[in-house]
């Protein structure tokens, strides 16, 4: 089992920056796989990025892709979403999510998920 906490949103205009952080805790094995997803009112949960606890290739939807930058960090096992160049369609409520096994792009892959951060961002 490992726990899943997100932190970081908030309020902001177009154009702005910010990080997102997810921390696991619990007994963690850092072979996990994470995710960021994300959902806004009256759409369904969508892929934003990949990564893991042991490295690997990074991924992004097409909707983010030169805007946004998955990172982490093994030893603190903390994973962050740094989020740029932020739009109106970025607002959403973002969930970080986790499983063993190969990189996946597939909400329901997904066995573990914190309780989502509020990003807001005004035109």
């Known amino acids: 089992q490992v726990q899943l906490v997100e932190s970081g949103g908030g309020l902001l205009q177009a154009g702005g920056s910010l990080t997102l952080s997810c921390a696991a805790s619990g007994r963690t094995f850092e072979s996990y796989h994470v995710a960021w997803f994300r959902q806004a009112p009256g759409k369904e949960r969508e892929f934003v990025a990949t990564?893991?606890?042991?490295?690997?290739?990074?991924e992004y939807a097409d909707s983010v892709k030169g805007r946004f930058a998955i990172s982490r960090d093994n030893a603190k096992r903390m994973v962050w979403l740094q989020m740029n160049r932020l739009k109106p369609e970025d607002t959403a409520v973002y969930y970080c999510?986790?499983?063993?096994?190969?990189?996946?792009?597939?909400?329901?892959?997904?066995?573990?998920w914190g309780q989502g951060t509020q990003v807001t961002v005004s035109s």
């Open positions: 999510a986790a499983r063993m096994g190969p990189v996946t792009t597939i909400e329901y892959d997904y066995d573990f």
């Open positions: 990564s893991n606890w042991r490295g690997g290739d990074p």
